[in-house]
């Protein structure tokens, strides 16, 4: 009887030491599993990436920082002719270029913006912008000369903002590539491409260059018509490089895109130059 107890005693001990010893191999799989979580996440421009849930988990905070960004849509975008006047465009703060505009309100210079007036085309030259960008860039515009109502906008219209916006990015790309395939470009356009390894078909799309390049606003060269750009690119690339970097007529340096390197708007010309040819 007493060996029987012993027995059944060291089975107890055994099981409760087995019982523990797996707890503890548990936690010690789930520590290493987080000390071997990534620290960061890699993803392609136009993929998600959990940004989407990320930024409803965090719940509230400001407009600001959940809307769509007015100020950079402006320097990418508009800052081109608002910046320098071009096309008779009104300058950003001139509260005299501004005064007649302002009296026919908010709605109306909304609209005019969306759709287009005069020589500026509809959103810009940038059809790919959305109802709340387009608001948040107009107030950011208007802002310095009349009160605008608040346009701030949640996490969810911000998302599918950034996305809208990086999606004809990709398909830039992609009809690059297909573009590049099917037309020969001019030896000094293949050369400079080579060298710098830039994509003059996605900074364009990009860039300021369409809202004038792709309109034909202030007299500039449409992308593509061959008859308009033959003059030009009779006077070589070089002549054509210095133009788009420091200016020329109606055009401000750099299409007003002061960001850009020289590289870059190099590669913005090679890639208008081949589309005409």
């Not at 005019?112 to 500026?120: D, E, I, L, P, R």
């Not at 387009?134 to 903002?161: F, I, T």
């Not at 830039?172 to 395939?181: F, I, P, R, V």
């Amino acid at each position: 009887m007493k060996s029987s107890k012993l027995i059944m005693g060291g089975l107890a001990a055994l099981g409760l030491t087995a019982g523990l010893a797996s707890a503890q191999a548990e936690e010690d799989r789930d520590a290493i599993a987080e000390r071997l979580t990534p620290v960061g996440q890699l993803c392609l421009q136009g993929e998600d990436c959990g940004t989407a849930s990320a930024a409803g988990g965090n719940g509230g905070g400001d407009s600001g920082s959940s809307g769509a960004d007015g100020e950079s849509i402006y320097g990418s975008v508009c800052a081109a002719c608002h910046d320098s006047g071009a096309a008779g465009a009104p300058v950003r703060g001139e509260e005299a270029a501004w005064a007649e505009r302002v009296d026919k309100g908010w709605e109306e210079l909304l609209a005019n913006a969306t759709n287009g007036v005069g020589a500026m085309p509809a959103k810009g030259g940038n059809p790919n912008l959305s109802d709340e960008e387009m608001e948040a860039v107009v107030a950011y515009m208007l802002d310095p000369v009349m009160d605008v109502p608040d346009v701030g906008g949640d996490d969810e219209v911000a998302e599918e903002g950034a996305t809208d916006d990086a999606a004809p990015e990709d398909d830039a790309a992609s009809e690059d590539d297909a573009a590049s395939e099917d037309e020969a470009a001019s030896e000094d356009e293949e050369s400079a491409t080579a060298e710098s390894g830039l994509d003059g078909e996605a900074l364009y799309a990009g860039s300021a260059c369409v809202a004038c390049h792709d309109s034909g606003a202030a007299g500039a060269p449409v992308v593509g018509d061959a008859e308009a750009w033959g003059p030009r690119i009779d006077k070589g690339i070089e002549a054509l490089y210095e133009s788009a970097i420091n200016g020329i007529g109606a055009m401000p340096p750099k299409g007003g895109a002061m960001a850009l390197s020289d590289e870059e708007v190099q590669a913005i010309v090679d890639y208008m130059v081949a589309e005409a040819q």
